[in-house]
């Protein structure tokens, strides 16, 4: 395979990984939610916490789309 | 497509040579130096006037305080409050390096690997040293979870000591991680809406990406300020381990 085409197969293949962390998050605040509904006078003082794991999570996805973009630019 | 990598690219504004080792004045360097001189600036003029009712600039600064305070204390206790001016100075760094680096045509600092990787390290020898100076060899308690059954102690150690090793990596490749792919994108798209605008009729789709990249504009000044948030959270709880080994 022509080495140019094998590192845009492989920025694909990375960029993946940004659907994971797509669940990751859609998880996270689904189930915030979840538990917010349920006892609404707690929900506030866990929004640290949400956004703490929001940062945690959605990095993972940007590691993937790191990956990508270093296939695609360098 | 212009290339979305060059605004990392570091020019040497005053060449320095030091014995054979190449220390020139950086635009990275100017603007660490910006980041440095500006939040110092800030904090000595908005507390200038020390009210006991703050006006406007005072209380921001006081909020930045009362805000890396309270989260060392919570994660700490009262006396991680030592701790304290490492730790705002490290939000503050970060924080205002990345705001800076949100300006059209400005520097990230934190976008660069050696500079994240640094901070990581410094946190994790810092770990390291107050965590032996202060409990000695108790120190290594960290690495043995109390409840854990004697026959699975092994590999559970075995796992705590990986993940401890592994925790400046995570911690400094997060930062640095988030902010070059979030500019990366941010380019990409003001990339496309040059492209568009060379494509004949296409050009009426340029507002599209133009719009897009305003909405990612406004999510990375989000992440800029999340991520400062994150590495300093990390931090304290890094430190919180080295305080008390035992109750982790």
Redesign the interface.
Same mark, same amino acid.
């Given at each position: 395979m022509d080495p140019a085409t094998a590192k845009f197969i492989g920025a694909g293949l990375a960029a993946i990984g940004t659907g994971a962390a797509a669940i990751g998050v859609g998880n996270l605040f689904g189930q915030f939610l979840q538990g917010a509904l349920r006892n609404p006078s707690a929900a506030d003082g866990q929004f640290g916490r949400l %956004? $703490?794991g +929001?940062?945690?999570t959605?990095?993972l996805g %940007? $590691?993937a *789309? *790191?990956i990508a +973009?270093l296939l695609l $630019?360098? | 497509m212009p290339d979305p990598i060059h605004q990392f690219d570091l020019h040497r504004i005053l060449p320095l040579n030091l014995g054979g080792w190449d220390v020139s004045f950086t635009n990275s360097a100017a603007f660490m130096l910006a980041t440095v001189l500006l939040s110092t600036a800030f904090l000595v003029y908005a507390m200038r006037s020390r009210g006991l009712v703050p006006g406007r600039l005072q209380s921001v600064a006081e909020i930045t305080h009362d805000f890396i305070a309270d989260m060392v204390r919570e994660s700490m206790g009262k006396e991680g409050m030592k701790f304290f001016p490492f730790v705002f100075a490290i939000f503050m760094f970060i924080f205002v390096g990345n705001m800076l680096g949100m300006i059209p045509g400005g520097f990230t600092v934190t976008s660069h690997i050696i500079v994240t990787a640094a901070l990581a390290a410094l946190v994790f020898v810092m770990v390291l040293v107050v965590g032996f100076a202060k409990n000695g060899l108790h120190f290594l308690k960290l690495f043995v979870p109390p409840g854990v059954p004697w026959y699975v102690l092994p590999l559970v150690s075995l796992i705590e000591v990986i993940s401890f090793l592994s925790r400046p990596v995570s911690h400094s490749v997060r930062l640095f991680a988030n902010m070059l792919a979030g500019h990366i994108t941010l380019k990409v798209f003001g990339g496309f809406v040059v492209m568009l605008l060379g494509a004949g009729s296409f050009a009426v789709l340029a507002p599209l990406p133009l719009l897009m990249a305003i909405a990612i504009t406004a999510l990375e000044v989000l992440v800029a300020f999340l991520q400062a948030y994150v590495f300093t959270v990390l931090t304290c709880m890094y430190l919180n381990d080295a305080l008390h080994p035992e109750g982790h």
């Open positions: %956004i $703490f +929001f940062a945690v959605e990095a %940007i $590691f *789309l *790191l +973009f $630019f360098t | -």
